[in-house]
């Protein structure tokens, strides 16, 4: 996951000021934080901090021998962790940046925030042409992706330090290094209120759920949710959420009994409206390696069991068998509305000497979901091979009678299922070698 993020930024000598959007620079190639975090200025409680970066996202990049990786849009969702009353601005209204696109991001304002170093967090969306959508704080994006592939070479570290007006000093990265505040989401200091919104942020719609506003250092606040039909009962906690569909959710708590001043806190709350429907494309097959990639609907989290006693979750994944060999693999996904289990069976390499002139079945179900008939398409089999094909419900019956057939190379077989009501049904198909089972959904 870390080729998407590829983010480059270059500090701008020069102070803008005011709220005025600043003006992206030329490519340069330079893929990554520019220049490196130790190079930029302190920040100087009690003095206006403005500084400029850079912006460059990636074009494309190969991806482990499965195809090349575009990184088709990158959007900064947010940048947490800054000092208290630092604000940051880019120079898109919507903070979008398309394929190989140049941009800037502004840091300014001021703060009496506490001395110390700040790590920044910015959280960001890419959707890619090879692995889908991402969403994620792009270091650890980074850190999944180097788990596949290895080190990339890639330092999205960034750190802004502030000061008393002293020297600048190095930074720490040990880790047990002090930190004024790491990954903070508020900008409170001692005395003062702090506002944090906690509790469920993933929910199945139909049941609801609750956000728990915690308050300190407030007698009597003044709160507003945004966006205002996001909750529901917003003057009190916990608060019951109201929203439709994903989305941020932020509130804001002003102290009307004393300094007058507002907090905030933001949290992505994601909504779920159906139970998911486990849907995986066939296998891509490359000696012991394999690419498994989820078509799921409805998905949420993603957890692939290999047959070989390991997992990995992702909605696309990369994976090395030691052995050759036949691997009943499952892919199971789950969001707040429930779970559902896909299951396939892979063969891996030449297994065993009695299969070596065997066929590999492989073949295709489309349109899946579907209504008026699917269309089967093999390959992989030996001439005149034959193959029965049958349709079961979820109990095992056979809902459409196994039929046999001699394979022909580039032949499709259609399969009418309008007699069948909607739901979930299974597919089998079966040679002399082997058999393959397929989720087919009719509405």
């Given amino acids: 996951m870390k080729y998407f993020l590829l983010i480059a930024l270059s500090i701008l000598g020069s102070a803008q000021v005011g709220r005025s959007q600043c003006a992206p620079n030329n490519p340069t190639g330079n893929i990554g934080f520019f220049p490196p975090t130790d190079n930029l200025p302190c920040v100087q409680r009690g003095v206006y901090y403005d500084q400029t970066f850079f912006l460059e996202n990636v074009d494309s990049f190969a991806f482990q021998g499965f195809g090349t990786l575009t990184v088709d849009t990158l959007i900064?969702?947010?940048?947490?962790?800054?000092?208290?009353?630092?604000?940051?601005?880019?120079?898109?209204?919507?903070?979008?940046?398309?394929?190989?696109?140049?941009?800037?991001?502004?840091?300014?304002?001021?703060?009496?925030?506490t001395v110390g170093q700040y790590e920044l967090k910015v959280y960001v969306t890419l959707k890619t042409s090879l692995i889908g959508t991402l969403q994620g704080e792009i270091n650890q994006?980074?850190?999944?992706?180097?788990?596949?592939?290895?080190?990339?070479?890639?330092?999205?570290?960034?750190?802004?330090?502030?000061?008393n007006g002293g020297a600048c000093p190095n930074i720490d990265r040990s880790a047990n290094a002090p930190s004024a505040r790491t990954?903070?989401?508020?900008?409170?200091?001692?005395?003062?209120?702090?506002?944090?919104?906690?509790?469920?942020?993933?929910?199945?719609?139909?049941?609801?759920g609750e956000l728990d506003l915690l308050l300190s250092n407030?007698?009597?606040?003044?709160?507003e949710w945004l966006p205002g039909s996001a909750v529901t009962n917003a003057n009190t906690y916990p608060t019951t959420v109201a929203l439709n569909q994903s989305g941020y959710v932020t509130v804001s708590v002003t102290d009307t009994a004393n300094t007058g001043a507002t907090y905030f806190d933001r949290v992505w709350v994601t909504v779920d409206t159906a139970a998911p429907v486990a849907l995986?494309?066939?296998?891509?097959?490359?000696?012991?390696?394999?690419?498994?990639?989820?078509?799921?609907?409805?998905?949420?989290?993603?957890?692939?069991?290999?047959?070989d006693q390991t997992t990995e979750t992702g909605s696309i994944v990369l994976h090395s068998?030691?052995?050759?060999?036949?691997?009943?693999?499952?892919?199971?996904?789950?969001?707040?509305?429930?779970?559902?289990t896909y299951y396939d069976t892979l063969y891996i390499g030449n297994v065993g000497i009695a299969n070596v002139a065997s066929s590999k079945l492989q073949y295709n179900l489309y349109p899946?979901?579907?209504?008026?008939?699917?269309?089967?398409?093999?390959?992989?089999?030996?001439?005149?091979?034959?193959?029965?094909?049958?349709?079961?419900?979820?109990?095992?019956?056979?809902?459409?009678?196994?039929?046999t057939y001699q394979y022909i190379n580039n032949t499709r077989v259609n399969i009418a299922v309008e007699a069948l009501q909607s739901g979930i049904y299974i597919f089998q198909i079966k040679t002399l070698h082997s058999s393959a089972f397929h989720k087919l959904i009719i509405y």
């Fill in 183 to 208: 990954a903070k989401r508020n900008c409170a200091i001692a005395g003062e209120i702090t506002v944090k919104v906690d509790g469920d942020t993933a929910f199945c719609r139909s049941n609801g």
């Fill in 368 to 403: 899946n979901p579907t209504q008026g008939s699917v269309e089967l398409s093999v390959s992989g089999l030996n001439a005149q091979e034959e193959y029965s094909i049958a349709i079961l419900d979820m109990s095992g019956k056979a809902v459409v009678e196994p039929h």
């Fill in 280 to 307: 995986a494309d066939t296998a891509i097959i490359n000696g012991l390696n394999i690419k498994l990639t989820s078509r799921s609907l409805n998905g949420g989290t993603y957890l692939w069991n290999f047959g």
């Fill in 76 to 113: 900064i969702d947010s940048i947490v962790n800054a000092p208290c009353n630092l604000q940051w601005i880019t120079d898109r209204g919507d903070n979008t940046y398309y394929r190989a696109e140049t941009g800037c991001i502004r840091i300014f304002g001021m703060t009496e925030d």
């Fill in 141 to 163: 994006i980074i850190s999944d992706l180097q788990a596949l592939t290895g080190n990339l070479g890639i330092d999205f570290e960034y750190f802004v330090r502030v000061t």
């Fill in 321 to 340: 068998y030691a052995t050759e060999g036949v691997y009943p693999i499952s892919l199971t996904v789950t969001n707040s509305c429930g779970t559902d």
């Fill in 218 to 223: 407030v007698t009597n606040p003044a709160i």
